[in-house]
């Protein structure tokens, strides 16, 4: 039961982490900076899931990147593209409705199970 509660709970943070990491780049972040937002929030992510999800997101257009050299070690910045940010606008307001929705299920259910 523990390996599919954990397959379960992975599966419905893929869908939570692509809408969190998008909320993040309305600035410019590196990877290890967008970590510690995200940390701050409560929600952990491996760099060895945050940084294919950057390409997958880049690939498709809804990010773009670019390198600062001035630094040190050189960064790669990742940030909303024009297309991302209307695509993270619609994400945002569908999960809200799809969070209301569940809430209201779950509440429900709460009521029934105490009846």
């Given at each position: 039961?523990d390996?599919?509660?954990?397959?379960?709970?992975?599966e419905?943070?893929?869908?939570?982490l692509?809408l969190?990491?998008?909320s993040?780049?309305?600035?410019p972040?590196?990877?290890?900076?967008l970590?510690?937002?995200?940390?701050k929030?409560?929600?952990?992510?491996d760099q060895s899931?945050?940084?294919p999800?950057l390409?997958?997101?880049?690939?498709?257009?809804?990010?773009?990147?670019?390198?600062?050299?001035?630094?040190?070690?050189?960064?790669?910045?990742?940030?909303l593209?024009?297309y991302g940010?209307?695509?993270?606008?619609?994400?945002k307001?569908?999960?809200i409705?799809?969070?209301?929705?569940?809430?209201n299920?779950?509440?429900?259910?709460?009521k029934?199970?105490?009846?």
């Open positions: 039961m390996a599919l509660l954990n397959s379960l709970i992975t419905l943070r893929r869908g939570t692509t969190a990491v998008l993040q780049l309305r600035t972040q590196y990877g290890y900076s970590v510690q937002l995200l940390e929030s409560g929600i952990t992510i899931t945050l940084y999800l390409r997958r997101l880049e690939k498709q257009e809804l990010v773009t990147s670019s390198w600062d050299k001035t630094e040190s070690r050189p960064r790669k910045y990742y940030v593209s024009e940010l209307e695509i993270f606008l619609q994400l307001k569908e999960w409705k799809d969070s209301k929705e569940l809430y299920l779950l509440k429900e259910e709460d029934n199970e105490f009846d």
